[in-house]
C-alpha cells in the first residue's frame, strides 16, 4: 500500500471519528440526573407608533427580564447581537419576529429554548407594553402579559414589575430540561440558508388575512360640527340653481365612524409598512330658513325651512406620528358623498352622489385602557357638476378603542 493512500485512510478515519468521539465526550461531561437551564432570547421590542420619543424602550423593556429570569434559577439568558445575521438571512423582519412561528424558527437557529418577544404603543403620557414568551420547542405560546405605564418617573419600575411578574409563570412552566441544550449558535449551511430563504418567499406569495397581531386594529367614533364652503360654480344650474345654502345652513351637526388598521403583510405593500389603512362612514344634517329661487331667478320659495343631509363613505391611509410628545394620526383617502337637499314639506330640490377626497388629523390627548380620546379635524373636497364644488370643515372630538 503506497504511502498517499495509507494517508488518505487514515485522515478519513480519524474525520469520520470525531463526531462519535465528540459525542461520546460530551456524555462523560455531563453528570446523570443533571438538568439543564433553559437558554432565553430577548429580542427587542416593536415601536408601533415608529416614536422616536419612545424608541429606548426597544433595547430597556426587553432587557429588564434579564434579571428576574435569572433569578429564577431556569433560565440563563443569550447575547442577542448575532440576531440580525440570522433574521437577515432567514428573510425575517424586525416586525415578523412577533409572529410565534417566525419567533420559534429564530429561536432554533440561534439555539435559545425561549423567545421573549414584545411590543409597545405610545398614547399621550401612556404606553401600553405587551410581553409574550415564545417556547420554542413545544413551537408555541407560553406566557403573555401587557402593562399600562406611564411615562414619569415610575415608569422604570412599572417596567421591572411587568418582567417579574412574567418570570414567575416562565419558571413554572418552563422547567430546566432533562437533555443537553442544542448550541447557543448554530451556523446555517449552504443548504440550510436555501432551504430557509424558499420557506420564506413561499409564506410571502400566500395571501395571508389581515396581520391585526403587528398593532391594535382602532375604531373611531367622531361627533362633532360640520361647516360648508362654496369654492366655486359653473353658469349652468341645477334644480335649485346649482348652490349648496352656504351660510345660512352652517354650522351643521356630524357622526362619522372610522376603522382602521394594518395592511395586509403582503409583498406589495411593504413600502407602505408604516402607514394603515382603514374607512369612515359620515353623516352630516343641515337647516336652514333660504330663498330658493329658480334657474330664471323666480323665487320658488321664500324663507323656507330646507334641509340638507350627506352621507359619507372613504378609505384612507394612515400615518402615526408624534408632536411634543403628542400622537397624532394624519390620513388622506377618497370616497362619494350623497346628498339630499329638500325642503320642509317633504319636496326633494336635489339628490346625488358627488365624488370627493379627504383629508384629517386627530390628536390622542388622554387614554384610560383601550380607549383614546382627543379631536378630530377633516378637510373634505367634494365635486357637484360642471365645475361646481366645495368643500366641508368637520371638527369633532374623537373616541377611540383599540381592538
Not at 461531561?29 to 416593536?46: A, D, M, S, W
Not at 416614536?51 to 426587553?62: N, P, R
Not at 399621550?124 to 414568551?133: C, H, L, S
Not at 400622537?327 to 325642503?343: E, K, M, N, V
Request: hydrophobic fraction near 40%.
Amino acid at each position: 500500500m503506497s504511502y498517499w493512500l495509507r494517508l488518505t485512510m487514515t485522515i478519513a478515519a480519524i474525520c469520520g471519528a470525531m463526531p462519535v468521539l465528540h459525542a461520546e465526550t460530551e456524555k462523560q461531561n455531563y453528570p446523570p440526573g443533571e438538568k439543564f437551564k433553559r437558554r432565553v432570547l430577548l429580542t427587542l421590542f416593536i415601536n408601533e407608533n415608529h416614536d422616536k420619543d419612545t424608541e429606548y424602550l426597544s433595547q430597556a423593556v426587553a432587557d429588564a427580564f434579564a434579571l428576574p429570569l435569572t433569578k429564577t434559577g431556569n433560565f440563563t439568558i443569550l447575547n442577542r447581537h448575532s440576531i440580525e445575521r440570522y433574521t437577515q438571512t432567514m428573510g425575517i423582519t424586525t416586525r415578523d419576529i412577533y409572529k410565534t412561528e417566525n419567533a420559534v424558527r429564530l429561536g432554533k437557529a440561534v439555539g435559545a429554548d425561549v423567545v421573549v418577544v414584545g411590543r409597545f404603543i405610545t398614547a399621550g403620557q401612556q404606553v401600553t407594553i405587551e410581553a409574550q414568551a415564545i417556547d420554542v420547542q413545544a413551537g408555541r405560546l407560553s406566557v403573555e402579559d401587557k402593562a399600562e405605564v406611564r411615562t414619569n418617573s415610575l415608569m422604570f419600575d412599572a417596567i421591572q414589575s411587568l418582567a417579574q411578574k412574567m418570570s414567575a409563570p416562565m419558571a413554572e412552566k418552563m422547567q430546566p430540561l432533562e437533555d443537553p441544550p442544542p448550541p447557543a449558535e448554530v451556523v446555517l449551511d449552504e443548504e440550510q440558508v436555501t432551504a430557509e430563504i424558499k420557506k420564506i418567499g413561499e409564506k410571502k406569495t400566500e395571501k395571508e388575512p389581515l396581520n391585526t397581531a403587528r398593532s391594535p386594529s382602532r375604531l373611531f367614533v367622531d361627533p362633532g360640527i360640520q361647516l360648508l364652503q362654496r369654492l366655486g360654480a359653473s353658469e349652468k344650474n341645477i334644480t335649485y340653481d346649482g348652490k349648496y345654502p352656504f351660510g345660512s345652513m352652517n354650522p351643521g351637526l356630524a357622526l362619522s365612524v372610522a376603522w382602521q388598521s394594518d395592511l395586509p403583510d403582503w409583498k406589495i405593500f411593504r413600502v407602505f409598512d408604516a402607514f394603515q389603512y382603514g374607512a369612515t362612514l359620515s353623516y352630516a344634517f343641515f337647516s336652514g330658513a333660504l330663498d330658493v329661487t329658480g334657474t330664471k331667478g323666480d323665487l320658488l320659495l321664500e324663507k323656507e325651512r330646507m334641509k340638507l343631509q350627506v352621507a359619507s363613505i372613504a378609505v384612507f391611509l394612515a400615518r402615526h406620528f408624534s408632536v411634543l410628545n403628542f400622537p397624532l394620526i394624519a390620513y388622506a383617502g377618497f370616497g362619494a358623498d350623497y346628498a339630499i337637499f329638500s325642503a320642509s314639506q317633504g319636496e326633494t330640490l336635489y339628490k346625488g352622489v358627488q365624488p370627493g377626497a379627504q383629508a384629517g388629523i386627530r390628536a390622542l390627548l388622554y387614554s384610560i385602557g383601550a380607549f383614546e380620546t382627543g379631536l378630530h379635524y377633516r378637510l373634505g373636497f367634494s365635486y357637484l357638476n360642471d365645475g361646481n364644488s366645495y368643500l366641508n370643515h368637520m371638527l369633532t372630538i374623537t373616541g377611540g378603542y383599540r381592538l
